[in-house]
Nanobody
Framework: VQLQASGGGLVQAGGSLSLSCHAA????????MAWYHQAPGKERELVAS???????NYADSVSGRFTISRDNIRRTVRLQMTALNPEDAGVYYC?????????WGRGTLVTVSS
């Protein structure tokens, strides 16, 4: 299983950014996917998840600002982030649980300037 995340970068506070994660090695449409955020010096935390029926779940801190979606044809999960603030900065990882274990992408860095 390989998860390749992209889309990170530098954005001003209040701005928007979109992350993508392409999955290979699994029957993508059958699996839940998730995005996690790790701020500097902090633990990795769940930001948003989407199951195989496209039902979504969000952390309270991003609810209403972030949108997770999936494209089963392109085997991609996206995280649309709006109204970004400095607390949203850090590394974002896509994740899935398959074959009895967690798989993680390498992560993509989001920097928010105030």
């Amino acid at each position: 299983v390989q998860l390749q995340a992209s889309g990170g970068g530098l954005v001003q506070a209040g701005g928007s950014l979109s992350l993508s994660c392409h999955a290979a090695g699994i029957n993508f449409r059958l699996y839940s996917m998730a995005w996690y955020h790790q701020a500097p010096g902090k633990e990795r935390e769940l930001v948003a998840s989407i199951d195989s029926d496209s039902r979504t779940n969000y952390a309270d801190s991003v609810s209403g600002r972030f949108t997770i979606s999936r494209d089963n044809i392109r085997r991609t999960v996206r995280l649309q982030m709006t109204a970004l603030n400095p607390e949203d900065a850090g590394v974002y990882y896509c994740q899935t649980n398959a074959r009895g274990r967690d798989f993680w992408g390498r992560g993509t860095l989001v920097t928010v300037s105030s």
